[in-house]
Structures are given as C-alpha cells and as structure tokens.
C-alpha cells in the first residue's frame, strides 16, 4: 500500500512541512514514487512510514535533526532496507542499536563504543547445565560441597 504526504503525515504525527523538508533534504525518500513536477504526490511505503516515524522518536526524544540524520545514516548502512528488525536503545544523549541481542553499537559514533551485553539468563542455563552434568541426581556430594567452598576461599 502507498500513503500520499498528508496520510503520512497524519499517521505519523507530524506537519506537512516537516515531511516536506526532510524528503527535499534526502532524509527520507517517498520510495513508492517521487513527486515529478506540478500535480505529482509523493507516495511512501510502510517502510518509509516507520523509518518517518523513527525520525520523529528520535526528535521527540530530544536528539536535534543533524544527530538524528547521523543515526538514520549509520542505522541504513547497518540494517539496509531491514529497519523494523532494528531494537535502539537511547539513553543520556546516546542511540545505541542492540545488535544480535548481546552488543549495543553506538549509532552516533559510527559502530564506535560497542558495549557487551552480559546475558544472566544464558549464564544461569549454562551453569545449571554444567551443575546436572556433574551431578546428574541432582544432590551435590557434602565432601564437594565443602571442596567448592574452600576452593572458593582460596
């Protein structure tokens, strides 16, 4: 389906201006059709809609439009066409893409300050794995009880 500018615009939450500008501005494309000359409309996707509707989070969110422009570059060279695949995380003046759900990339920085998620409940399976593969019936033996804990001192 291809919305016209002004359902764009009421869908989204933004003036007709802004739509305007940012499109003459490349910030986003009217990927469905551009406009060609007097009595042409723009026609934008549902995937230009929610890329529109990123920009106008961000802007809600605080980031000025040069920033904003900055993410939605790094963020299309990361992701291509596959934006709504996209988690951000903003916080303190940073937009950070959660990628492959255990990095976060700074947007800002250009993929610059990647941040490691530590994933507990990976790391609770994976020990309780280990834990039945030691002790299959579940009880630890009390010598190994004490043996971890004076390990653990150690």
Known sequence: ??????????????TYRQLDYWTRTDLVKASV????GSGTQ???????????KVIKSLLDSGFDLKKVRKVIEVLSDKLGEDV???????????????????ELVDLLRQGQGVLNILPIAGL???????????HP??????ADAGDGRAAAGQ
């Open 42 to 52: 723009r026609l934008y996707s549902y995937e230009d809609l929610l890329q529109i």
């Open 33 to 36: 059709a551009d406009a060609k």
């Open 124 to 134: 609770q399976t994976e020990l309780q794995a280990q834990i039945t593969e030691l």
């Open 84 to 102: 709504a695949s996209a988690n951000l995380v903003i916080s303190d003046g940073r937009v950070m893409l959660a990628q492959s759900g255990d």
């Open 137 to 142: 019936s579940g009880e630890p033996a009390a």
């Open 1 to 14: 389906m291809a919305y016209r500018g002004p359902q764009v615009c009421s869908i989204v939450g933004i």
